[in-house]
């Protein structure tokens, strides 16, 4: 960068060369798909488009496709755009999720998977939440606009307090910490991967199963651009540094302001379980006939 704006200083006056070096500083800043993230699944059906800003993940009868973070991520806040698949989309699954991979038996998991259906009917968000291997916290809600139309932020705030998923600013579902107070694991000992992958789940994806994918209308298309992560990096193999850097006092997730839902985000919160959503582990009482210890506290 140096060498390019003193070679170019000969023809640009400051004002040009200060426009030139914010238009640097944020193309190094943007999303760059190539560098953050490997192809996972059928690199074929994988797109990298716009200067590597964003990507598209497809699914025909041949194949879907995938990708993962190259870094792993311990705390923060995690946001990615993504444009979810146009019109009859019924049996598709776009899955975006964190996910730890070093013990597999006992692995961490913030899932968000959109669930297709057919043209005009809308789209299911479920979440899920794994500590130590377990997981069957399934929540869904409907979306209150039509996420295949634009792209929408899907965000993660995590940090040794509460999980916060939100959509658009808006949180839609936290998990707090229940270690100390329930004895429910708390997903604050393994760094994860951010993963996701567009797939054929016409077993069971839209209304149960009953609506099949409508090949004649693949490739499906499912869309990310933004990609944002501000955490602890890369220590997936290196536990003590993992936990100082997470746990730091100068790390902005540790400050109070994040430690519960802010205040004014509170009524969104309700907003959202009050008009949005359609189903919750925790009252489903078939299933679970005594509600999981979380269920006491897992809404504030
Ligand atoms: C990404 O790909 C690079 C190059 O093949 C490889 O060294 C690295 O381990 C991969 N990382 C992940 C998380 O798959
Ligand atoms: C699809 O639309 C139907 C009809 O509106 C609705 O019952 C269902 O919950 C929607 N979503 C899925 C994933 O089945």
Redesign the pocket.
């Known amino acids: 960068m140096v060498s390019i704006l003193s070679s170019s200083s000969s023809f640009c006056g400051l004002r040009r060369c200060l426009v030139l070096l914010v238009f640097l500083v944020q193309q190094a800043a943007a999303a760059n798909f190539n560098q953050d993230f490997n192809i996972t699944w059928a690199p074929d059906h994988v797109r990298v488009l716009d200067n590597s800003q964003l990507l598209q993940l497809t699914l025909d009868q041949a194949s879907g496709s995938g990708f993962v973070s190259k870094n792993q991520y311990l705390f923060g806040n995690i946001d990615m755009q993504i444009k979810l698949v146009p019109g009859n989309s019924?049996g598709t699954v776009t899955a975006y999720y964190l996910y730890s991979t070093a013990s597999p038996n006992s692995h961490d998991e913030l899932d968000f998977e959109f669930?297709?259906?057919?043209s005009g009917?809308?789209?299911?968000l479920q979440t899920n939440v794994f500590t130590s291997g377990k997981g069957e916290r399934e929540e869904r809600i409907?979306l209150w606009f039509d996420p295949t139309a634009d792209f929408h932020t899907y965000s993660i705030l995590w940090n040794p307090q509460i999980i916060i998923f939100s959509v658009d600013g808006t949180p839609i579902r936290v998990f707090p910490n229940n270690e100390k107070a329930l004895g429910v694991p708390y997903l604050n000992k393994q760094s994860m991967s951010l993963y996701s992958t567009l797939w054929n789940a016409d077993g069971w994806?839209?209304?149960?199963g009953?609506?099949k994918i409508d090949w004649t209308q693949a490739p499906f298309v499912a869309s990310y651009t933004n990609f944002k992560a501000d955490a602890c990096t890369n220590y997936n193999t290196d536990y003590a540094s993992a936990q100082a850097c997470a746990s730091s006092g100068d790390k902005w997730w540790n400050q109070p302001e994040y430690q519960t839902v802010a205040s004014d985000d509170t009524s969104k919160l309700s907003w959202v379980r009050q008009n949005f959503l359609?189903y919750d582990y925790c009252s489903d009482t078939q299933r679970n006939p005594v509600p999981p210890p979380e269920c006491s506290n897992s809404h504030i």
């Not at 994806?205 to 149960?208: E, L, P, S, V």
């Open positions: 019924a669930l297709g259906n057919v009917q809308p789209y299911i409907n994806a839209t209304r149960g009953l609506d359609i």
